[in-house]
Protein backbone atom coordinates (compact mmCIF):
# COMPACT_ATOMS: atom_id res chain seq x y z
CA UNK A 1 0.00 0.00 0.00
CA UNK A 2 1.34 3.23 -0.28
CA UNK A 3 1.98 5.82 2.28
CA UNK A 4 -1.12 7.91 2.04
CA UNK A 5 -3.07 4.72 2.44
CA UNK A 6 -1.27 3.62 5.50
CA UNK A 7 -1.77 7.13 6.90
CA UNK A 8 -5.52 6.44 6.30
CA UNK A 9 -5.17 2.89 8.07
CA UNK A 10 -4.02 5.35 11.63
CA UNK A 11 -6.89 7.32 10.62
CA UNK A 12 -9.52 5.09 10.43
CA UNK A 13 -8.22 3.27 13.85
CA UNK A 14 -8.40 6.76 15.64
CA UNK A 15 -11.97 7.36 14.63
CA UNK A 16 -12.93 3.71 15.39
CA UNK A 17 -11.24 3.97 19.26
CA UNK A 18 -12.85 7.08 19.31
CA UNK A 19 -16.17 5.91 18.11
CA UNK A 20 -16.64 3.25 20.99
CA UNK A 21 -13.74 4.16 23.57
CA UNK A 22 -13.75 7.73 24.27
CA UNK A 23 -16.92 7.57 26.38
CA UNK A 24 -19.53 7.48 23.83
CA UNK A 25 -18.80 11.54 23.86
CA UNK A 26 -21.06 11.79 20.35
CA UNK A 27 -23.94 11.25 22.15
CA UNK A 28 -25.79 14.19 23.62
CA UNK A 29 -28.05 11.95 25.79
CA UNK A 30 -26.22 13.12 28.81
CA UNK A 31 -29.33 15.91 30.16
CA UNK A 32 -30.31 17.77 33.33
CA UNK A 33 -31.21 14.75 35.67
CA UNK A 34 -34.74 14.96 37.33
CA UNK A 35 -36.60 13.40 40.36
CA UNK A 36 -36.59 9.79 38.04
CA UNK A 37 -33.05 10.15 37.06
CA UNK A 38 -31.22 9.70 34.05
CA UNK A 39 -32.89 7.07 31.70
CA UNK A 40 -32.03 3.61 32.59
CA UNK A 41 -31.38 4.26 36.00
CA UNK A 42 -33.93 2.41 37.80
CA UNK A 43 -35.36 2.63 41.70
CA UNK A 44 -31.97 2.76 42.85
CA UNK A 45 -31.83 6.78 41.63
CA UNK A 46 -35.40 7.29 43.20
CA UNK A 47 -34.08 5.88 46.60
CA UNK A 48 -31.53 9.02 46.64
CA UNK A 49 -34.32 11.39 46.60
CA UNK A 50 -33.49 13.25 49.68
CA UNK A 51 -36.04 15.96 49.12
CA UNK A 52 -38.91 16.39 51.16
CA UNK A 53 -42.39 14.88 50.41
CA UNK A 54 -43.96 17.69 48.13
CA UNK A 55 -46.73 19.86 49.52
CA UNK A 56 -50.52 20.54 48.20
CA UNK A 57 -49.13 22.52 45.41
CA UNK A 58 -46.77 19.79 44.24
CA UNK A 59 -43.76 21.12 45.53
CA UNK A 60 -41.57 20.22 48.40
CA UNK A 61 -42.47 22.78 51.19
CA UNK A 62 -38.44 23.57 52.05
CA UNK A 63 -36.28 24.64 49.77
CA UNK A 64 -32.39 25.55 49.68
CA UNK A 65 -31.16 28.94 49.55
CA UNK A 66 -29.63 30.30 46.56
CA UNK A 67 -27.71 33.23 45.18
CA UNK A 68 -26.66 33.41 41.52
CA UNK A 69 -23.60 35.16 41.23
CA UNK A 70 -23.17 37.23 37.83
CA UNK A 71 -20.02 38.56 36.47
CA UNK A 72 -20.34 40.82 33.74
CA UNK A 73 -17.70 43.02 31.73
CA UNK A 74 -19.67 45.33 29.13
CA UNK A 75 -22.63 43.20 28.51
CA UNK A 76 -25.21 46.09 27.98
CA UNK A 77 -25.42 44.43 24.69
CA UNK A 78 -26.77 41.15 26.07
CA UNK A 79 -28.09 42.19 29.16
CA UNK A 80 -31.34 42.66 27.95
CA UNK A 81 -31.87 39.57 26.69
CA UNK A 82 -30.20 37.51 29.69
CA UNK A 83 -30.74 39.37 33.45
CA UNK A 84 -34.83 39.45 33.00
CA UNK A 85 -34.65 35.56 32.61
CA UNK A 86 -33.13 35.38 35.58
CA UNK A 87 -35.07 38.13 37.74
CA UNK A 88 -38.26 35.81 36.57
CA UNK A 89 -37.00 32.64 38.03
CA UNK A 90 -39.59 31.06 39.80
CA UNK A 91 -37.96 29.27 42.56
CA UNK A 92 -40.00 28.72 45.44
CA UNK A 93 -37.23 29.09 48.17
CA UNK A 94 -35.12 32.18 48.89
CA UNK A 95 -32.93 33.68 46.30
CA UNK A 96 -31.54 36.48 45.06
CA UNK A 97 -28.97 37.51 42.38
CA UNK A 98 -25.38 39.37 42.64
CA UNK A 99 -24.42 41.36 39.18
CA UNK A 100 -20.57 41.98 39.65
CA UNK A 101 -19.69 44.53 37.15
CA UNK A 102 -16.18 44.23 36.37
CA UNK A 103 -14.28 47.40 34.72
CA UNK A 104 -17.44 47.82 32.36
CA UNK A 105 -17.34 50.57 29.95
CA UNK A 106 -20.47 50.55 28.68
CA UNK A 107 -22.89 51.14 31.72
CA UNK A 108 -23.53 47.38 32.16
CA UNK A 109 -23.86 47.75 35.98
CA UNK A 110 -26.64 50.72 35.51
CA UNK A 111 -28.70 49.26 32.79
CA UNK A 112 -28.85 46.13 35.11
CA UNK A 113 -30.35 48.11 37.86
CA UNK A 114 -32.80 49.90 34.98
CA UNK A 115 -33.65 46.03 34.36
CA UNK A 116 -34.14 45.18 37.81
CA UNK A 117 -36.64 48.22 38.30
CA UNK A 118 -38.64 47.81 35.22
CA UNK A 119 -38.87 43.54 35.56
CA UNK A 120 -39.02 43.27 39.36
CA UNK A 121 -38.60 39.49 40.24
CA UNK A 122 -35.61 38.33 42.22
CA UNK A 123 -33.36 40.95 44.36
CA UNK A 124 -30.55 42.28 42.80
CA UNK A 125 -27.43 43.44 44.22
CA UNK A 126 -24.86 45.03 41.38
CA UNK A 127 -21.79 45.49 43.06
CA UNK A 128 -18.07 46.41 41.68
CA UNK A 129 -14.56 45.23 43.13
CA UNK A 130 -12.45 47.20 41.24
CA UNK A 131 -9.51 46.17 39.23
CA UNK A 132 -8.11 42.86 39.62
CA UNK A 133 -5.26 42.73 41.88
CA UNK A 134 -2.01 40.52 40.10
CA UNK A 135 -2.28 37.05 39.93
CA UNK A 136 -6.07 36.87 38.67
CA UNK A 137 -8.08 36.93 35.88
CA UNK A 138 -10.83 39.65 35.77
CA UNK A 139 -13.79 37.10 36.10
CA UNK A 140 -12.57 35.02 38.27
CA UNK A 141 -11.68 38.65 40.45
CA UNK A 142 -15.52 39.01 39.99
CA UNK A 143 -16.73 35.84 41.24
CA UNK A 144 -14.82 35.57 43.95
CA UNK A 145 -16.40 39.08 45.29
CA UNK A 146 -19.73 37.85 44.23
CA UNK A 147 -19.16 35.15 46.24
CA UNK A 148 -17.80 36.79 48.80
CA UNK A 149 -20.88 39.19 49.10
CA UNK A 150 -23.44 36.08 48.44
CA UNK A 151 -21.68 34.59 51.61
CA UNK A 152 -22.45 36.84 53.88
CA UNK A 153 -26.14 36.09 53.21
CA UNK A 154 -25.82 32.50 54.23
CA UNK A 155 -26.85 30.76 51.16
CA UNK A 156 -26.99 27.19 50.65
CA UNK A 157 -26.35 26.88 46.99
CA UNK A 158 -24.71 29.27 44.59
CA UNK A 159 -25.50 29.59 40.58
CA UNK A 160 -22.95 30.80 38.87
CA UNK A 161 -24.07 31.94 35.29
CA UNK A 162 -22.35 33.76 32.91
CA UNK A 163 -23.91 37.46 31.93
CA UNK A 164 -24.33 36.18 28.45
CA UNK A 165 -26.83 33.09 29.74
CA UNK A 166 -30.76 33.27 29.48
CA UNK A 167 -32.69 31.23 31.87
CA UNK A 168 -36.29 29.41 31.01
CA UNK A 169 -38.18 30.07 34.35
CA UNK A 170 -37.72 26.96 36.04
CA UNK A 171 -33.63 26.54 35.30
CA UNK A 172 -32.96 27.58 38.93
CA UNK A 173 -35.95 25.13 40.66
CA UNK A 174 -34.58 22.35 37.92
CA UNK A 175 -30.39 22.52 39.02
CA UNK A 176 -31.59 22.51 42.58
CA UNK A 177 -34.01 19.51 42.32
CA UNK A 178 -31.20 17.47 40.57
CA UNK A 179 -27.95 18.21 43.04
CA UNK A 180 -30.47 17.51 45.80
CA UNK A 181 -31.86 14.20 44.03
CA UNK A 182 -28.86 12.89 43.89
CA UNK A 183 -26.70 14.33 46.13
CA UNK A 184 -24.27 16.11 43.65
CA UNK A 185 -22.16 19.18 44.59
CA UNK A 186 -21.59 20.65 41.43
CA UNK A 187 -23.91 20.24 38.44
CA UNK A 188 -23.44 22.24 35.59
CA UNK A 189 -25.04 22.56 31.69
CA UNK A 190 -23.45 23.61 28.60
CA UNK A 191 -26.08 26.40 27.20
CA UNK A 192 -27.39 25.66 23.94
CA UNK A 193 -24.84 29.00 21.67
CA UNK A 194 -26.53 30.60 19.21
CA UNK A 195 -26.71 29.25 15.63
CA UNK A 196 -28.02 31.57 13.59
CA UNK A 197 -25.65 32.94 11.03
CA UNK A 198 -23.41 30.95 8.43
CA UNK A 199 -20.26 30.78 10.15
CA UNK A 200 -22.11 30.10 13.84
CA UNK A 201 -23.83 27.12 12.27
CA UNK A 202 -20.36 25.79 10.59
CA UNK A 203 -18.25 26.39 14.06
CA UNK A 204 -20.35 26.60 17.34
CA UNK A 205 -21.72 22.81 17.06
CA UNK A 206 -17.51 21.48 16.54
CA UNK A 207 -17.36 23.71 19.63
CA UNK A 208 -19.21 21.91 21.59
CA UNK A 209 -18.46 18.37 19.63
CA UNK A 210 -14.58 18.84 20.47
CA UNK A 211 -15.07 19.85 24.23
CA UNK A 212 -16.95 16.59 24.49
CA UNK A 213 -14.22 14.73 22.43
CA UNK A 214 -11.76 16.16 25.56
CA UNK A 215 -13.88 15.63 27.97
CA UNK A 216 -16.73 12.61 27.89
CA UNK A 217 -19.89 13.54 29.62
CA UNK A 218 -20.35 10.65 30.90
CA UNK A 219 -16.45 9.80 32.31
CA UNK A 220 -17.12 13.39 33.82
CA UNK A 221 -20.57 12.14 35.49
CA UNK A 222 -19.68 8.75 36.80
CA UNK A 223 -18.91 8.58 40.70
CA UNK A 224 -15.86 8.50 41.18
CA UNK A 225 -14.12 9.00 37.98
CA UNK A 226 -11.01 11.06 37.29
CA UNK A 227 -12.26 12.99 33.93
CA UNK A 228 -13.63 16.66 35.55
CA UNK A 229 -14.92 19.56 33.75
CA UNK A 230 -17.97 22.00 33.85
CA UNK A 231 -19.74 24.61 31.26
CA UNK A 232 -18.74 28.01 32.91
CA UNK A 233 -22.07 29.57 31.92
CA UNK A 234 -24.17 27.45 34.16
CA UNK A 235 -22.83 26.23 37.31
CA UNK A 236 -24.95 25.08 40.47
CA UNK A 237 -22.22 25.01 43.54
CA UNK A 238 -22.68 24.06 46.90
CA UNK A 239 -21.55 26.35 49.24
CA UNK A 240 -19.92 24.39 51.53
CA UNK A 241 -18.20 22.47 48.84
CA UNK A 242 -17.39 25.85 47.26
CA UNK A 243 -15.45 26.96 50.33
CA UNK A 244 -14.08 23.35 50.96
CA UNK A 245 -12.36 23.56 47.29
CA UNK A 246 -11.17 26.93 47.97
CA UNK A 247 -13.42 28.36 44.80
CA UNK A 248 -11.77 30.31 43.14
CA UNK A 249 -8.75 30.88 45.01
CA UNK A 250 -7.46 28.03 43.85
CA UNK A 251 -7.35 28.13 40.36
CA UNK A 252 -7.28 32.21 40.54
CA UNK A 253 -4.86 32.68 37.26
CA UNK A 254 -6.64 29.97 35.45
CA UNK A 255 -8.01 31.22 32.17
CA UNK A 256 -10.50 28.16 31.55
CA UNK A 257 -12.16 28.54 34.81
CA UNK A 258 -14.98 26.06 34.36
CA UNK A 259 -12.43 22.84 33.91
CA UNK A 260 -10.14 24.06 36.73
CA UNK A 261 -13.16 24.64 39.00
CA UNK A 262 -14.57 21.36 38.42
CA UNK A 263 -10.81 19.57 38.94
CA UNK A 264 -11.11 21.63 42.29
CA UNK A 265 -14.41 20.68 43.14
CA UNK A 266 -13.55 16.65 42.10
CA UNK A 267 -9.82 16.80 44.36
CA UNK A 268 -11.41 18.08 47.34
CA UNK A 269 -14.29 14.80 47.39
CA UNK A 270 -17.02 16.27 45.84
CA UNK A 271 -19.60 14.78 42.80
CA UNK A 272 -20.05 16.83 39.57
CA UNK A 273 -22.40 16.02 36.79
CA UNK A 274 -21.85 18.03 33.15
CA UNK A 275 -24.51 17.72 30.42
CA UNK A 276 -25.96 19.58 27.65
CA UNK A 277 -29.11 22.07 28.32
CA UNK A 278 -32.31 22.28 26.98
CA UNK A 279 -33.30 25.22 28.30
CA UNK A 280 -30.33 27.53 29.25
CA UNK A 281 -28.91 29.47 25.98
CA UNK A 282 -26.15 31.82 25.53
CA UNK A 283 -27.57 34.72 23.84
CA UNK A 284 -23.96 36.40 22.25
CA UNK A 285 -24.27 36.63 19.13
CA UNK A 286 -21.02 35.73 17.03
CA UNK A 287 -21.55 36.55 13.55
CA UNK A 288 -18.60 36.74 11.69
CA UNK A 289 -15.95 34.30 11.63
CA UNK A 290 -13.52 36.82 13.33
CA UNK A 291 -15.68 36.93 16.47
CA UNK A 292 -15.53 33.20 16.50
CA UNK A 293 -11.95 33.04 15.72
CA UNK A 294 -11.32 35.28 18.67
CA UNK A 295 -13.43 32.95 20.94
CA UNK A 296 -11.52 30.03 20.13
CA UNK A 297 -8.12 31.33 19.90
CA UNK A 298 -8.04 33.23 23.35
CA UNK A 299 -7.62 30.13 25.43
CA UNK A 300 -6.70 27.68 22.97
CA UNK A 301 -3.01 27.43 23.36
CA UNK A 302 -4.11 27.75 27.40
CA UNK A 303 -5.27 24.43 26.84
CA UNK A 304 -2.44 22.98 25.82
CA UNK A 305 -0.49 24.56 28.95
CA UNK A 306 1.69 26.76 26.38
CA UNK A 307 3.44 23.83 25.55
CA UNK A 308 5.40 23.96 22.25
CA UNK A 309 5.29 20.20 21.94
CA UNK A 310 1.44 19.39 22.85
CA UNK A 311 1.01 22.08 19.90
CA UNK A 312 2.85 19.78 17.34
CA UNK A 313 1.32 16.99 18.74
CA UNK A 314 -1.84 18.53 18.87
CA UNK A 315 -1.77 19.91 14.91
CA UNK A 316 -0.46 16.58 13.87
CA UNK A 317 -3.08 14.58 16.00
CA UNK A 318 -6.40 16.78 13.97
CA UNK A 319 -4.66 16.79 10.74
CA UNK A 320 -4.33 12.63 10.56
CA UNK A 321 -7.52 12.31 12.36
CA UNK A 322 -9.95 15.15 10.82
CA UNK A 323 -7.99 16.06 7.35
CA UNK A 324 -6.60 12.52 5.89
CA UNK A 325 -9.82 11.22 5.53
CA UNK A 326 -10.99 13.44 2.31
CA UNK A 327 -7.30 13.72 1.44
CA UNK A 328 -7.30 9.94 1.25
CA UNK A 329 -10.51 9.44 -0.54
CA UNK A 330 -9.34 11.93 -2.89
CA UNK A 331 -6.01 10.00 -3.74
CA UNK A 332 -8.48 7.40 -4.40
CA UNK A 333 -11.03 9.17 -7.22
CA UNK A 334 -7.59 11.41 -8.45
CA UNK A 335 -4.76 9.27 -8.36
CA UNK A 336 -6.18 5.60 -8.72
CA UNK A 337 -5.08 4.56 -5.11
CA UNK A 338 -7.81 2.53 -4.37
CA UNK A 339 -7.24 1.41 -1.13
CA UNK A 340 -6.33 5.08 0.62
CA UNK A 341 -9.74 6.10 -1.34
CA UNK A 342 -11.78 3.22 0.62
CA UNK A 343 -10.02 3.81 3.69
CA UNK A 344 -10.38 7.40 3.35
CA UNK A 345 -13.93 6.99 2.68
CA UNK A 346 -14.47 4.57 5.83
CA UNK A 347 -12.86 6.96 7.94
CA UNK A 348 -14.53 9.91 6.79
CA UNK A 349 -18.14 8.12 7.19
CA UNK A 350 -16.95 7.60 11.01
CA UNK A 351 -16.60 10.90 11.88
CA UNK A 352 -19.23 11.66 9.89
CA UNK A 353 -21.63 9.88 11.81
CA UNK A 354 -20.13 10.98 14.77
CA UNK A 355 -21.51 14.31 14.51
CA UNK A 356 -24.50 14.01 13.73
CA UNK A 357 -25.94 13.73 17.04
CA UNK A 358 -24.92 17.23 17.72
CA UNK A 359 -26.36 18.61 13.96
CA UNK A 360 -29.43 17.35 15.50
CA UNK A 361 -29.24 18.54 19.07
CA UNK A 362 -28.39 21.93 17.48
CA UNK A 363 -31.17 21.50 14.42
CA UNK A 364 -29.04 22.48 12.07
CA UNK A 365 -29.01 20.10 8.53
CA UNK A 366 -27.50 16.66 8.45
CA UNK A 367 -25.71 17.67 5.24
CA UNK A 368 -23.64 19.31 6.86
CA UNK A 369 -22.02 16.64 8.65
CA UNK A 370 -19.50 15.58 6.25
CA UNK A 371 -18.32 19.23 6.54
CA UNK A 372 -16.79 18.47 9.80
CA UNK A 373 -12.69 18.19 7.64
CA UNK A 374 -13.42 21.73 6.95
CA UNK A 375 -14.45 22.97 10.56
CA UNK A 376 -11.39 20.79 12.08
CA UNK A 377 -8.91 22.66 9.68
CA UNK A 378 -10.11 26.15 10.75
CA UNK A 379 -9.69 25.38 14.43
CA UNK A 380 -6.28 24.19 13.51
CA UNK A 381 -5.59 27.28 12.32
CA UNK A 382 -7.24 28.92 15.16
CA UNK A 383 -4.72 26.77 17.81
CA UNK A 384 -1.84 27.89 15.96
CA UNK A 385 -3.27 31.47 15.91
CA UNK A 386 -3.93 31.40 19.72
CA UNK A 387 0.24 30.44 19.80
CA UNK A 388 1.34 33.02 17.77
CA UNK A 389 -0.50 35.19 20.03
CA UNK A 390 0.84 34.26 22.97
CA UNK A 391 4.15 35.04 22.13
CA UNK A 392 3.72 37.48 20.53
CA UNK A 393 2.36 38.94 24.05
CA UNK A 394 -1.32 39.07 23.09
CA UNK A 395 -2.75 35.26 24.29
CA UNK A 396 -5.43 34.90 26.32
CA UNK A 397 -6.88 38.61 25.61
CA UNK A 398 -10.07 38.84 25.83
CA UNK A 399 -12.11 42.23 26.57
CA UNK A 400 -8.93 44.61 26.94
CA UNK A 401 -6.91 42.18 29.15
CA UNK A 402 -4.40 40.10 28.53
CA UNK A 403 -3.49 37.50 31.00
CA UNK A 404 0.16 36.41 31.23
CA UNK A 405 1.17 32.57 31.92
CA UNK A 406 -0.15 31.59 35.29
CA UNK A 407 3.63 30.54 36.10
CA UNK A 408 4.45 34.28 35.88
CA UNK A 409 1.55 35.63 37.39
CA UNK A 410 2.95 36.36 41.22
CA UNK A 411 1.28 34.55 44.22
CA UNK A 412 -0.93 36.14 46.36
Known amino acids: MSAVAWIAVGSLAAWIWLLLGQGFFWRTDQRLPGRSGPPGAGAAYESRLR ?124 LVVAAEAYELDMVSQMARLRVAGAWEKLVVPAFVYFFAQLYPFRRINRPGGRTAAAAGGCVLLRTETAVRARVPE ?79 LCAGVFAGDRAAGWLGLAAWAVMTGTYVPILRYYRLSLWQAPLLPLTAFLYLLMTVDSAVQHYRGRGSAWKGRTYARPEAAPDR
Request: charged share 20%; proline share 9%; net charge negative.
Open 51 to 174: LKEAGEDGTPPQWPSVAVVVPARDEAAVLPASLPSLLSQVYPGPAEIFLVDDGSSDGTGRLARELSARYGGLPLTVASPGEPEPGWTGKLWAVRHGIALARAHGPEFLLLTDADIAHEPDSLRE
Open 250 to 328: SFRQAVIDDVSMARAVRRSGGRIWLGLADRVDSVRPYPRLADLWRMVSRSAYAQLRHNPLLLVLTVAGLAVVYLVPPVA
